[in-house]
Nanobody, 121 residues
Framework: QVQLVESGGGLVQAGGSLRLSCAASGRTFGSYNMAWFRQAPGKEREFVAAWSRDNTYYACSVKGRFTIPVDNAKNSMYLQMDSLKPEDTAVYYC????????????????WGQGTQVTVSS
């Protein structure tokens, strides 16, 4: 079992930055992959970024603007979001332990509660 708790969402102006946190507990941190997804109103949940075996992966829409630092000592993964755009507005979810491809939400066994990010123009 893995429990995930997200924090750090909020309202920011376009061009600004936000840092989301995902604190994990339960199974040994690092023994499973982790990812960020987001879901905007009326849209499907989409892949944002993932961390697996010290490798990181990013959706094309966020590459160069977002990064996912990991702090093993704090059992935490972060989503550092820079140069935010209004189209980044969504509820952001932390996910863990994908059974197959890390870019597909249906493959993840554990999810956080989500945190709202709103980017104003």
């Amino acid at each position: 079992q893995v429990q995930l708790v997200e924090s750090g969402g909020g309202l920011v102006q376009a061009g600004g930055s936000l840092r989301l946190s995902c604190a994990a507990s339960g199974r040994t941190f690092g023994s499973y992959n982790m990812a960020w997804f987001r879901q905007a109103p009326g849209k499907e949940r989409e892949f944002v970024a993932a961390w697996s075996r010290d490798n990181t992966y990013y959706a094309c829409s966020v590459k160069g603007r977002f990064t996912i630092p990991v702090d093993n000592a704090k059992n935490s993964m972060y989503l550092q979001m820079d140069s935010l755009k209004p189209e980044d507005t969504a509820v952001y979810y932390c996910a863990a332990d994908a059974s197959d491809s890390i870019t597909y939400s249906k493959n993840y066994n554990y999810w956080g509660q989500g945190t709202q990010v709103t980017v104003s123009s």
